[in-house]
């Protein structure tokens, strides 16, 4: 079964960087594509940034411009999230997910999810 594990979320003032990390284990194939949503209480979830694991290929909304960067190490299994200039409205529970396929979108259902990570940022 896939496996999902996110880390790195932590406290960080406003203005500084964070990076988290998804370990992503027991996929039976190479197609797939791992992303990053956020969820704050109250709040819609929201999509941040997907890669494709066969071209490495990124995608973002316009929504979501600026500030964040997605990447891989094939070597580690590891999806990364940098987050940079982080702001209080960035405070969230972070998840990686996961689905089959190339298709790279930040919407709709995905099939594997992680526990979540919490970032909150301090003012």
């Known amino acids: 079964e896939v496996q999902l594990v996110e880390s790195g979320g932590g406290l960080v003032q406003a203005g500084g960087s964070l990076r988290l990390s998804c370990a992503a284990s027991?996929?039976?194939?190479?197609?797939?594509?791992i992303a990053w949503f956020r969820q704050a209480p109250g709040k819609e979830r929201e999509g941040i940034r997907c890669i494709r694991k066969s071209d490495g290929s990124t995608y973002y909304t316009d929504s979501m411009k600026g500030r964040f960067t997605i990447s891989s190490d094939n070597a580690e299994n590891t999806v990364f999230l940098q987050m940079n200039l982080v702001k209080p409205e960035d405070t969230a529970i972070y998840y990686c997910a996961a689905e089959y396929g190339d298709s790279c979108v930040l919407s709709g259902p995905y099939e594997y999810w992680g526990q979540g990570t919490q970032v909150t940022v301090s003012s």
């Open positions: 027991g996929f039976t194939s190479d197609d797939y594509v």
